[in-house]
């Protein structure tokens, strides 16, 4: 993994090959440790050291990005004339905004040394080896542990710097018996005091156990009770919503309807990169500082988050929320975090009726996000809890759900939160009880591995 100095030194390089044109540069230098589980037992382990530079230039209305990892000065030069070239392909777009410009000094290093020297491939294994032993049959795990260390920088032809590091661990399990019955349970830490695999292998083992012989229950309006991962299945799919180029696309729920009371005055979610329950990075993939976002208070909408492009056109600033995603350009909030309530979630069951315990959701997809509504199976530990206990395991449903009414509904909202990994970012999560929420079929789908 390149370290500060050599990623500076690629970026001057990259830029003093752009001559007349605007151009930003980023260097991603990454190092990445990972053993996968099957059958009880390390099936693989793979380590990747990968740097990349990418270029961007700029016209007023054309911008046209390379990317390599072949880093010598003439790949690098050939990859900038590539940049270049391509202008000439490119059909007139958007007027682009204005690179960043200030501050012209930026980082944030959140690099462990102690969380490093603790995930060797051999501290690794022995780490999958002492939980493995408490996996017996008839059950059987399945998962991965990695370890991942990240240097970015980035600079323009406007003169700015960026510099951020940081490393991590994720862990991930799945328990299941023979029967098709599986538990699921994870973890990612920036320290070491936060790195808890015994939790990890107990829980998944726990659930899996009491998913057995599951129910049929028929559609319909249900009480649920979300765990923190459940919640951030959903609110992943949500902030979706919370960009301001979906709002200008008109595929946002917000769209024409910000300032409105869409959510149970219970809600509270905020975006926080300084967080120390979900840290992140002081600065966008555009350079721009990255604002607080205030997202809902008491319920209604306040802040969402927008890029260079997106502010420009809205007549805002920029809130430092620039991100690209499966080769998609916007903006969307990172490190949510949402306000606990009152009781923990064991008395939140424990005080419930009637309800289903959610772990999880799966194959999630967008029905209609102007309306905020939502499809997805449930998977991994789904289960009737009667009279404050969990009485049987459930056969997965469907639910199709508008978030909208699923988060107007929310009657408790849980004390005790977790940190749930995502593809960009971290939250800082409850669980939620909510009511009415709809379960519009039964489905085939086991929790069987592999499928």
């Not at 240097?151 to 003169?159: D, H, K, P």
């Not at 979900?278 to 208070?297: H, K, M, Q, V, Y």
């Not at 927008?306 to 809205?314: Q, T």
Request: charged share 20%; aromatic share 8%.
């Amino acid at each position: 993994m390149f370290n500060k100095a050599q990623i500076f030194d690629l970026i001057a390089k990259a830029l003093s090959y752009t001559t007349d044109h605007q151009a930003q540069v980023q260097v991603t230098s990454s190092s990445e440790g990972l053993s996968r589980i099957a059958n009880s037992e390390i099936h693989q382990n793979v380590f990747e050291d990968r740097t990349t530079l990418t270029v961007t230039v700029y016209t007023s209305h054309k911008a046209s990005s390379i990317s390599t990892n072949i880093l010598d000065d003439i790949s690098i030069r050939e990859a900038v004339d590539q940049a270049i070239a391509n202008l000439d392909l490119l059909p007139d777009g958007e007027e682009q905004p204005p690179l960043v410009s200030e501050p012209q000094q930026m980082e944030t290093l959140l690099f462990n040394s102690e969380l490093h020297s603790s995930f060797s491939v051999q501290a690794r294994a022995k780490l999958v080896a002492e939980g493995l032993q408490s996996i017996t049959s008839p059950y059987t795990a399945y998962g991965q542990l990695s370890y991942r260390a990240q240097a970015t920088g980035m600079g323009n032809s406007r003169g700015i710097r960026r510099y951020s590091d940081d490393n991590q661990v994720r862990f991930s399990l799945l328990v299941a018996d023979d029967q098709g019955g599986a538990g699921y349970a994870s973890m990612m830490a920036n320290s070491l005091s936060e790195v808890d695999l015994e939790s990890v292998f107990a829980i998944a083992l726990q659930k899996a156990k009491v998913n057995r012989n599951p129910i049929d229950l028929e559609p319909g309006a249900y009480t649920v009770i979300l765990e923190p991962l459940a919640v951030s299945n959903l609110l992943g799919m949500m902030m979706r919503s919370f960009s301001g180029a979906a709002v200008l696309a008109k595929q946002s729920f917000l769209t024409d309807r910000m300032g409105e009371h869409f959510f149970s005055e219970k809600l509270n979610a905020c975006d926080d990169w300084t967080s120390p329950f979900c840290p992140g990075i002081a600065f966008d993939s555009e350079g721009t500082p990255r604002t607080r976002l205030n997202l809902i208070e008491n319920g209604v909408v306040k802040e969402i988050a927008y890029d260079l492009s997106s502010a420009s056109k809205s007549g805002m600033q920029s809130t430092g929320h620039a991100a690209a995603f499966m080769g998609r350009r916007g903006s969307s909030p990172q490190n949510v975090i949402i306000s606990g309530g009152d009781k923990p979630m064991e008395q939140i069951i424990a005080e419930t009726d009637k309800a289903l315990l959610v772990t999880r959701f799966h194959y999630m997809n967008p029905v209609n996000m102007r309306q905020g509504i939502l499809t997805g199976i449930t998977r991994d530990g789904f289960y009737l809890i009667e009279n404050g206990q969990i009485t049987h395991a459930v056969r997965n449903m469907r639910f199709t759900e508008s978030i909208l009414l699923a988060l107007s509904n929310i009657e408790e909202i849980s004390s005790d939160r977790e940190r749930v990994g995502a593809m960009m970012g971290s939250s800082y999560l409850p669980g939620m009880k909510i009511r009415d929420f709809h379960f519009t079929g039964r489905t085939s789908f086991g929790d069987t591995p592999g499928e």
